[in-house]
């Protein structure tokens, strides 16, 4: 679940790529496991997102070796999401067919 600071301003949707970096939570504490601005993920796909409100719920793809790590960030509210531009490749995607 993301606040609106931590995530793009015109709202996610299934599809988009985005990068996650890691972030100082709530309070302006260190970040756990690195320093805040370190690339989480360099590019991953959103595969649901809810309507943005205060907070929105956006569910990636992440790669297997990466999740114990973003979810670690992202349940401290450590995590920051910025949009991809259009044809970036994701590290990982669903396979169609």
């Known amino acids: 679940v993301l606040s609106a600071p931590q ?6 949707e299934a599809g988009d ?5 890691l972030v100082a939570g709530d309070g302006g504490e260190e970040a756990a496991g690195g320093r805040p601005g370190d690339v ?4 991953v796909r959103v595969v ?3 309507a943005p409100t205060d907070a929105a719920a ?3 793809l992440v790669p297997v070796d ?3 790590a973003v979810v670690a960030a992202a349940a401290g ?4 999401l910025v949009r991809l531009a259009d044809g ?5 995607d669903t396979t169609v067919g």
């Open 7 to 12: 995530r793009p301003s015109r709202p996610l």
């Open 17 to 21: 790529v985005v990068r996650a970096f």
């Open 40 to 43: 989480l993920l360099s590019a």
């Open 48 to 50: 649901a997102a809810d």
């Open 58 to 60: 956006v569910s990636l």
């Open 66 to 68: 990466d999740a114990a």
């Open 77 to 80: 509210g450590q995590v920051a």
């Open 88 to 92: 970036t490749r994701p590290l990982v």
